[in-house]
């Protein structure tokens, strides 16, 4: 796939060949505001790239300029129908626009455009299965992947008539396939760069599942610049099942990775609680480290060899190596603290 063009949101570098950016948005009204401002924090700390947040009344302002001034990452308004909102969301700081062009009138995305190109500020054409123009409805039937890509287009020609080409692109569907395909086509012939996501994708469970389907699919093909997992949960599910699904594909090199086998009847520790409390409470670790926690010497001592700390169940006791070297036996009641050990001490090396 050929790179695509590079936008630039308050310094984070999104298309181009710059790395793939995770993105949420916040799930509390302006109206409570401190509320709102602990969830966005807390998601800048967790590790999301570029923030979003709704931007339904004129009154989102003085707060959307409140919260943006608080973050240091980039904070996008998200606008649906009115150019006006989109005007004071630009006042206010947003530093990237999500809008559907084809929902004003020229003369009014003439004035959006002016100001966003004043400003330098990236426009999102967001379209979205459940709310595809009326025409288009009618002339493929119901919600395609082909109805999605023209609409796309539809909408980024808009811009590109009023001469604005800062302009990333997400075609969201809750039907993976749909969205899958609608992407490929449109990447074929376009140089924008593209936001992926599966909308409604459900809970934690069924979500993370569809949204590393549809997401994963693309990211294979090459397909996609920054992405956001939907949730029907707090959003810090979605940046850390973000950035397990990069990690996953090699796209992203923070945080520890934990490589677990399923257990047997041969285990003889219970490397399941170790493997999930070594995933949660080892968050922390801001360098890319890979655990392996393995039941058995069975495939345990090879896995060690591909991460870099291992522990192994063996006889009712754990052996923790290091590549292919054992460097000691541990009762499963000490594994915990001294497998923390041995992983800070790899990050600290791998930080310097
Ligand atoms: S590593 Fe050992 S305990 Fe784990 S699944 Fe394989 S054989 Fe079973």
């Known amino acids: 796939m050929a790179s695509t063009k590079q936008i630039v949101t308050r310094g984070i570098a999104v298309g181009g060949g710059a790395p793939i950016s995770i993105q949420s948005m916040c799930s509390i009204p302006f109206s409570r505001f401190e ?35 608080s973050l240091s990452i980039p904070l996008v308004a998200d606008i649906h129908y009115d150019w006006r909102l989109a005007m004071e969301a630009m006042k206010s700081g947003a530093d990237k626009i999500r809008i ?28 979205n299965a459940g709310s595809l123009e009326k025409d288009l409805l009618a002339e493929y039937g119901k919600p395609t992947a082909e109805a999605l890509a023209k609409s796309a287009q539809r909408n980024v020609e808009l811009l590109e008539q009023l001469d604005f080409d800062d302009i990333a692109v997400s075609m969201k569907a809750s039907d993976v396939r749909m969205m899958v395909e609608a992407y490929r086509i449109f990447a074929k012939d376009s140089p924008y760069p593209l936001h992926l996501g599966v909308t409604e994708a459900g809970t934690v469970r069924s979500g993370t599942v569809k949204s590393s389907v549809g997401i994963g699919a693309l990211l ?33 090199d923070r945080g520890i990775e934990v490589i677990s086998c399923p257990t047997c009847g041969r285990t003889t520790v219970n490397s399941i609680e170790l493997a999930n409390t070594v995933e949660r409470e080892f968050e922390d670790i801001r360098a890319h480290v890979k655990i392996a926690v393995m039941g058995c010497v069975v495939n345990g001592p090879g896995e060690a060899k591909q991460a870099d700390v291992g522990v192994t169940g063996a006889n009712g006791e754990y052996v923790l190596f290091r590549g292919e070297k054992i460097i000691r036996h541990i009762s499963p009641d000490n594994i915990l603290p001294l497998l923390r050990a041995e992983v800070e001490d790899i990050a600290k090396g791998k930080m310097n």
Do not use: W
């Open 220 to 252: 294979l093909d090459g397909i996609g610049d920054t992405i956001r997992v939907s949730l029907t949960a707090d959003p810090l599910e979605e940046i850390e099942t973000a950035k397990i699904l990069l990690r996953s594909l090699g796209l992203y």
């Open 35 to 69: 509320e709102l401002q602990s969830q966005a924090l807390a998601l800048q700390e967790a590790g999301c790239d570029i923030l979003r947040v709704s931007f339904p009344d004129m009154e989102s302002a003085e707060p959307f300029r409140r919260l943006r001034d």
């Open 100 to 127: 559907n062009p084809g929902n004003t009138d020229k003369t009014h995305l003439k004035i959006v455009t002016d100001e966003a190109k004043a400003r330098k500020i990236p426009i999102r054409v967001g379209v």
